[in-house]
């Protein structure tokens, strides 16, 4: 997520009125800052310069006044809903408790990758320069919104005894000081570096979707036309993450109105490839291949604009694997893997490949490294499902059963956990349970069909896919 460069004109006697309200003088408002804005950015603020919108947002956080108060006349026809501030997180040092050395080292590591992957997705993240200047006077919550124009603090502990390690995280809610979230970890301290990317992964998704839940609880009332770019897109991912054929919908139709208005965020241009990703996947389109094109479509787009982005390799390896293009899939999710080594959505769909390429034991340390990264994602059941399809590689059917099952158990929601457990069901002689797993898989999706399997398995060798297709011929899909 970038903040916006877009430039803007205060009025500079409500700027100047403004701070002598709150009795601040220039050089305590730059104080409060926190290096976040100087004396001379101040002035200029206060004599109507042009600034970027980004330090507009903070003077008016610093002074406790909605931005739109203090435009200046002439900017505010054209302003329009680009004023609307971007929720803002801090992260702040984690408190180590106890004087082991490693322990603080493993704290400043953690708080480091949670910036730079909060850098990545949705949200504006205060700089570690500015974050770390409270690392030996915790604040208020309430006072971060204030000094650094944050909306949102994570904070947290680390504790190690002996081999074990204990990770508590918290979120506050700054504007009123409310603690939104909280969990804690306890993990074996062996691999450091893999142990702390994969708390990072759980933190990021966990606290990410958090947030996302109260801004747009906070939004919901209001019409998509009083949205920015910014809450348009944050508006989709809520409704992408609902898992839904009509969430999909809304989900697409809301990131295409935020890229008209802003094309510069990355993870709307991926989330956007994404909701045509799983229009293919869950059979939720008449028409596969359109969604297919439309996939590619977005793919090109976003390329243009961010070649150097993981999760453009990502969803370009999704539309390599739909085209049939298994060995394309392959580079770009080693360039993901690459770019990023934390991704496990790239290394689960790098394990589906070297599964399609009859590669299943190879494929099943792919899975299980996703999902030592992320050992909480929402997404975990793809995960089971995608080591049950390298069981089936391998003719191991029992197996096979028994990871359909775990997927099921973690979102029994799903169709298509229910089509991979009738083909093991099949494959097993119980024809009678396989027939039921597909009535309820029907029941799921009615659209469900041996040809829109037959699109995802598209780049999978074709004898692999012909005995897939055969167990799912058996247990009763047809066309």
């Known amino acids: 997520m970038q903040t916006s ?3 803007i004109r205060l009025d500079g006697r409500k700027c100047v009125s403004a701070r002598a309200g709150k009795g601040l003088s220039r050089e305590r ?11 001379a950015t101040i002035k200029r603020l206060e004599k109507g310069a042009a600034v970027y919108l980004d330090t507009a947002r903070r003077l ?19 302003a329009g809903t680009d004023l609307a501030t971007p929720a803002t997180v801090v992260v702040l040092p984690f408190e180590v408790i106890g004087t082991d050395a490693d322990s603080q080292c493993f704290a400043e590591g953690l708080v480091e990758d949670l910036i730079t992957r909060f850098g990545k997705r949705w949200f504006p993240i205060i700089s570690r320069v500015s974050s770390f200047s409270y690392r030996d006077s915790p604040p208020d919550p309430r006072k971060l919104k204030a000094e650094l124009g944050a909306d949102y603090a994570i904070e947290g502990s680390v504790r190690r005894s002996d081999n074990q390690l204990r990770v508590t995280a918290r979120l506050t809610d700054t504007k009123i000081g409310c603690q939104l979230w909280a969990n804690s970890y306890d993990r074996p301290y062996a691999d450091v570096f893999a142990l702390q990317d994969a708390l990072v992964t759980t933190l990021v998704g966990q606290i990410g979707g958090a947030i996302i839940d109260k801004e747009y609880n906070s939004q919901r009332q209001r019409e998509p036309t009083d949205l920015s770019a910014w809450e348009l897109a944050l508006r989709g991912s809520w409704y992408f993450h609902r898992r839904s054929k009509d969430g999909n919908s809304e989900a697409r139709s809301l990131f295409e109105q935020a890229l008209r208005k802003d094309p510069m965020m990355p993870m709307a241009w991926y989330s956007l490839a994404m909701t045509h990703q799983r229009a293919i996947f869950n059979q939720w389109t008449p028409d596969s291949r359109q969604a297919l094109q439309g996939m590619k479509d977005v793919c090109s787009e976003f390329a243009r604009l961010y070649p150097n982005d993981s999760g453009l390799h990502v969803v370009s390896a999704y539309a390599a694997v739909y085209s049939g293009e298994r060995r394309s899939a392959m580079a770009r999710l080693r360039e993901a893997i690459d770019l990023d080594p934390n991704a496990s959505t790239a290394y689960s769909l790098y394990g589906q490949t070297l599964a399609m390429e009859n590669e299943p034991d190879d494929a099943i340390e792919q899975f299980e490294l996703a999902m030592r990264l992320s050992p909480r994602d929402s997404e975990l059941w793809s995960i ?17 059963l028994q990871s359909a099952q775990l997927a099921l158990r973690t979102r029994p929601d799903m169709p298509f956990p229910y089509g991979t457990l009738a083909v093991a069901r099949a494959y097993l002689g119980d024809l009678e349970e396989a027939q039921t797993a597909v009535k309820i898989m029907r029941e799921l999706e009615p659209h469900t069909s041996l040809r829109g399997v ?10 692999i896919l012909a005995r897939y297709l055969e167990g799912l011929r058996r247990a009763g899909v047809e066309g």
Not at 384 to 400: K, P, T
Request: proline share 3%; with cysteine.
């Open 5 to 7: 460069n877009r430039a």
């Open 384 to 400: 089971y499902i995608g080591i049950a399809l390298c069981h089936f590689v391998a003719e191991r059917y029992q197996d096979m």
């Open 29 to 39: 408002l730059a104080d409060e800052s926190r290096g976040g804005l100087s004396i």
């Open 454 to 463: 037959q699109l995802m398995g598209a780049s999978t060798r074709p004898d």
């Open 60 to 78: 008016a956080a610093l002074l406790e006044i909605p931005l739109t108060e203090l435009v200046a006349s002439s900017e505010k026809a054209s």
